[in-house]
């Protein structure tokens, strides 16, 4: 059976978040099962991949022709869909995003149109299920959601218009909400089953406070929704293996992480004394870094150290910046994304502070953990999944900056060697989720759902 992701980030080609790690590692751990997957994905600036011909699909009822590269990652086929649009500095945050990802989703879902079943990821692949419905339901689709908070809003008219879709598909119990399309609720609609990215976050989503308005229509649709705890690409982040480290090491020979630790602080201008707390994070509302903000003073009171990795919102940096200015050889802050340096850090901190509002999987704490570094975490999402409270990690409950200090208060008083050491010996490879997507891809593949359904008929899923 052949597995098409359609997916706006795949490392390491394209990059922002998580999402592009789950895409990135997923399909190699399926082709393991014997499964054939690939990636399709926006043929971004900079990309380096061999052109394979063109492709000619349909947008805003227009026939428009553009660019099929092709490139190879670990033996998974990448499919790169070419159009001016996705020449850009950036991958996101253009006032145009709507427009660019639907004429990626027609793209794809016309490139990808042999596969066996259409995986399609978070709202930027939103309509790929729609158009399948469409087309009369009978080609299998998944939508996996990452992160409920990023929904692909756009006005009825241009999204009737760009789409090609019949106006029904409108309906509130189509694509509409709050007055527009959203092309999130498209993928949860449209497709025959939906996943999400951890069993918490399946649940937590079915309620107001972490439903983001979708709460009634993900209720609705619960029978084909699943949490599926993500996996991480073991081979990749691997102490024992990790070129970007100034030494090696493994849960039988810590020297290494000591090596590591010791040059951190070099490398941040910390002195050796104290406890080296760690954030690898896009520094965006959901991830909470204001409350590490707040708690600064008191934090160095208790001889903690702080050294922060993140992009995002300007405010956020700025702040981290001024910090890292005020508080020299306590504060670090470096901003951009940074591949190396991200490894360092999870290698030599000793914890790695996670404070979201919310958290649909999460994977630092379980790269961190794997680098024998315990995560200090809210209990929400993907984090209460994966760390043992008191065992690889601290799990905190509350939304204030007061639960953080608390939590990072009782991780000083617990042994910080034995916790290193659980996490270390923790699975979080891809082995076992992947079965799981492979149970549902196989649900799909002998069940004869979407063949007798009315095509056009909004709603009315298996
Ligand atoms: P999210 O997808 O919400 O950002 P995740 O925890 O799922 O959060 O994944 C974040 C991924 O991005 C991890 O692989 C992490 O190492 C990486 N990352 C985040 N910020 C940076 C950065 N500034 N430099 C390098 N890697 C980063
Ligand atoms: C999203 C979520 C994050 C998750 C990632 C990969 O970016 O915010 O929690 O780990 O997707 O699924």
Redesign the pocket.
């Known amino acids: 059976m052949r597995v098409a992701f359609i997916a706006a980030e795949a490392f390491p080609l394209a990059?922002v978040?998580?999402?592009a790690?789950v895409v990135g590692s997923l399909p190699l751990a399926l082709t393991k099962l014997g499964l054939e997957a690939e990636i399709y994905l926006p043929w971004y600036q900079g990309i380096e991949a061999k052109h394979i011909g063109d492709i000619e699909y349909l947008f805003a009822g227009q026939p428009e022709a553009g660019a099929l590269g092709e490139a190879w990652h670990r033996g998974v086929r990448v499919v790169l869909l070419g159009h001016p649009d996705f020449q850009r500095e950036r991958l996101y945050g253009y006032p145009d995003d709507v427009a660019r990802f639907m004429r990626f989703s027609c793209m794809a879902y016309q490139a990808a149109s042999g596969a066996g079943i259409l995986h399609a990821h978070d709202w930027h692949a939103g309509l790929v299920p729609v158009l399948a419905h469409a087309a009369g339901g009978r080609q299998k689709t998944v939508f996996t959601i990452?992160?409920l908070a990023y929904q692909g809003r756009w006005n009825p008219g241009e999204f009737l218009a760009w789409s090609g879709l019949p106006a029904h598909y409108l309906q509130l119990e189509g694509l509409e909400y709050r007055g527009d399309a959203s092309l999130m609720k498209g993928g949860i609609v449209y497709a025959h089953r939906v996943t999400t990215v951890s069993p918490s976050y399946a649940r937590e989503i079915l309620t107001p406070e972490f439903g983001e308005g979708l709460e009634g229509l993900l209720q609705k649709h619960q029978h084909k929704l699943r949490g599926i705890l993500n996996g991480i690409d073991t081979s990749y982040w691997d102490p024992s293996t990790d070129p970007h480290l100034p030494s090696r090491y493994s849960a039988n020979d810590l020297s290494g992480k000591t090596a590591c630790r010791a040059a951190l602080r070099t490398e941040t201008g910390f002195n050796q004394e104290g406890v080296v707390l760690g954030v690898?994070?896009?520094l965006v509302e959901?991830k909470g870094m204001d409350q590490v903000l707040e708690i600064l003073p008191p934090l160095l009171r208790l001889g903690c150290k702080l050294v922060v990795?993140?992009?995002g919102e300007p405010a956020l940096e700025d702040s981290f910046r001024l910090a890292g200015e005020k508080y020299q050889g306590q504060v670090f802050f470096r901003s951009?994304?940074?591949?190396a340096?991200?490894h360092r850090i999870y290698a030599g901190a000793d914890a790695l502070l996670i404070p979201p509002a919310f958290e649909p999987?999460?994977?630092?704490q379980m790269?961190a953990m794997r680098y024998g570094t315990p995560p200090i975490a809210r209990a929400v999402g993907g984090l209460k999944d994966t760390i043992r409270d008191g065992v690889t990690g601290v799990l905190y409950s509350g939304g204030q900056s007061a639960n953080l200090l608390a939590a990072i208060e009782r991780f000083l008083r617990l042994d910080q060697q034995a916790m290193r050491l659980a996490g270390m010996r923790e699975n979080f490879s891809w082995e076992y989720p992947a079965l799981e997507y492979a149970a549902v891809y196989g649900e799909l593949s002998t069940s004869r759902v979407g063949l007798t359904e009315e095509p056009n008929s909004p709603g009315q899923r298996e």
């Open positions: 990059k978040g998580g999402l790690d990452h992160n690898v994070s896009r959901q990795l993140g992009s951009g994304h940074n591949e340096l991200a999987c999460g994977l630092t790269i």
